[in-house]
Structure formats: C-alpha cells, structure tokens
C-alpha cells in the first residue's frame, strides 16, 4: 500500500515497481485542491465532508462519505468536482480494505513522511557548495534522515496493522510476526519506535503511594495495574510532563552538568530486549 499526493509521476513509478500496490490518495493534498475551486464560504462545509471521510470506517461508510460530497461540489463548482472525480476511489482506499478507523490518522495523508523531509531540508539547506567529484550529498543525506530519525513515533494504532496487513493480503505468518511486534515480548513495552529508549521522572514512588490499602499495606492487584499504565507511558516515547518536555527543548548544543541534571531529573531508560 502507497499514500501519494497526487502526483501522476510517482503514481506510474509505484505501479511500476510495485503493480500490486493499492493506492492512497492524500486526504489533505485534496481537500486543500479542492477548496481552491471553491468560494471561501463553502470551505467550512468541504472541511466537515472530510473530517467525516477520515473518522468512518468501512467501505460502505467511505462511499456514502464521498457520495456527499460529490452531491455538494456538483451545485457549486463543476471544477472542484472534476478535482474529486480525478482522484476517484483512491480516497477510499483504506475503506475498501475495512481498515480500522484508529489507523485514518496516519494512512489517509502524507503528513508522516513531510516532517522528514522538512527536518531533511534543514540540515541540507546548511550546505553552500556542493562537490561533485565526492559522495558528499549522499552523506548529507544519510546524515540527515539519521537525524530525523530521532523524532520518529510509533503510528496511532500501531496494534491495529495486522488487521490492515491480513486485508491487504500478506501470508498468515507475516501477519502473525507483525502482532507480536506490536504486541511485544511478555513483561516488557511493545517494541518499535524510538519509545523503547525513552525518558519519563520515575514512576515508582507515585504508583506505591497512590496503592496503599488503609492498613498501609500495597494493594498489588492496583500496583500492577498502575505499572503497566506507567510502562506504556514510558514506552509511548512522548513524556508529557514538565521534566521531560523540558529535556526535549534543551539545544543540542548545551553542554549540561551530568551530576546537575541527574538530581534534577529522575528519569528511567526503557532498552529493547533485542539489544
């Protein structure tokens, strides 16, 4: 499966390496061509036709979806519709396979693969003479998305891909090795993403204080009950609270004092069991 944003080169290069490829079109490559074609007061409609394309799930709910705002394109603009009808059912690709609507967010547009990018140029832009005669861009560019890499999180609903890969047609076995990807080794956080090696102020005091029984003893059904809450909080790689988002705004340059930011922040490492 490919998301692409339109693009007719790129939708002949994939069918061409790729002739069993289903195709995706980007929901807000779109919407944003569409309203274009469109007065500005009837942007706020377009906007809600879309919104409920990306939330229902199912090919019958994604028909009905895009027949709605084919009714509505063809009483005011006869270009916005040829812009809808040029991408066809390519926006209800995802539909078509009954992928789980938690999943939407991520695979009915590009946006996953835009901050790559963006991060890429960034680094790149840096550059002011390029040697032709060296490897130089293609260190630049591998030095660049190694760094975008850093920032990379698991999708929403990452549990759900078995489902989405089992629709799409891939072996029972390649389905099955990717749900216990997702799922994880027993006793420890689902592994991917950058979450497995994550900071986050330890949990374990919180979770003890808030489990004592009145006798003062730790109520360990509630305690095993808070540690896994924690754990996946911790595994999620995207710590919210004051400490770690402070950590992620430091400049990389800053030369901190280790013993300073050790009694600062108290913080767990989360290490993949594959090493």
Known sequence: MAVLD??????????????????????????????RCLSRRHHGSVSDVFKRLRSVEGEEAGREALADL?????RHSHKALESLHEAGEELITVHKLNAPSTLHTTLTNTNCIENPFRNTRAKIGRVKRWRAETDQAERWLA?????????????????????????????????????????????????????????TPHPQAESEANCRTGTGQVND???????????????????????????????EHEQIDRDRF??????????????
């Open 6 to 35: 339109g693009s007719r080169a790129l939708h002949n290069s994939v069918l061409k390496h790729f002739p069993r490829a289903r195709i995706q079109r980007c929901l807000v490559h779109k919407e944003r061509n569409i309203k």
């Open 70 to 74: 084919e009714r509505f394109l063809s």
């Open 143 to 199: 030095y660049s998305l190694l760094r975008a890499e850093k920032g990379f999180r698991r999708i929403k609903g990452y549990r759900q891909i078995p489902v989405l890969l089992k629709s799409l047609g891939w072996p029972s076995e390649a389905v099955e090795a990717s749900l216990r990807s997702a799922l994880g080794p027993p006793g420890h956080p689902a592994s991917g993403g950058n979450g497995l090696h994550s900071t």
């Open 221 to 251: 059904k509630e305690l095993h009950r808070n540690e896994d809450r924690d754990r996946q909080r911790v595994s999620t790689g995207f710590g919210t609270s004051p400490d770690a988002r402070a950590k992620r705004m430091r400049p």
């Open 262 to 275: 050790d009694q600062k922040y108290d913080y767990t490492v989360i290490h993949s069991p594959f090493g």
